[in-house]
């Protein structure tokens, strides 16, 4: 089943964030090179500049196998020593070992995402008042990705996932070639609107990370 690692990293900002940054960013060229399982390895700092500690980190992998993998390989292990021996973080970071949803899948316009000057990246993260009615909402949500796969040329990238860790929290992985295609096209068609109409006495929130780009890769050019 293929997985998406999402994590939410607190440093302590200023050269210890721009070295973590240029670290991942080596590794995302290491796996390019040398690892098909990994699927997108994309490095990510928020919209907010104001907010000038918090990293983030979005992983595709093939199976469980790519991803125990890759955690073995040589420069993991090394930034993970680097970690540990440097005051990098200021806090436990969040990491959301997650199943892409089968059979919604994970889809990318491979060469508008390769070509895309500054992609709008969104993680979304939808909590349910059960994991019976997270399961549930996936009909609907099937409904979302078919409309956007089918019609959305600006949007990009798009994913459903969720974990054994939290079975009523589902979290999307969405990118757009605009803040304002998600927000004016995405968000108001006719698919999303009807998600939120049916399902919204389900929901116990939603949060949405919203972050750029700044190395790595979504798809394998």
Known sequence: MTKFVFAV??????????EYVAKLGATSRFS??????????????????????????????????????????DIVQDMIKWMGANPVLEGAPA??????????????RNNAIVSANDPYIVVGEVSYKSAELAEKSFKHWAKVLQTTKDNEEGS???????G???PSKIFSLEAY??????????AK?????????????????????????VDGFFVRE
């Open 9 to 18: 990293l607190p440093t302590v900002g200023g050269k210890a964030r721009e």
């Open 32 to 73: 390019k090179a040398n690892e098909p399982g990994v699927l997108s390895y994309v490095v990510c700092l928020p919209r907010d500049e104001t907010d000038e500690k918090t990293l983030f980190m979005i992983e595709v992998y093939a199976d469980q196998a790519a991803f125990d993998a890759h955690m073995k390989t």
């Open 95 to 108: 990491v959301h070992i997650l199943d892409i949803a089968e059979p919604l899948g994970y889809f990318t």
């Open 156 to 162: 990009l990238v798009y994913a459903l996932s969720r």
């Open 164 to 166: 054994d860790a939290d």
């Open 177 to 186: 070639t605009t803040k304002e295609y998600l927000w004016d096209v995405h």
């Open 189 to 213: 068609s006719q698919a999303v609107q009807d998600n939120v109409k049916e399902t919204s006495d389900w929901r116990s929130g939603l949060k949405h990370n919203i972050m750029k780009q």
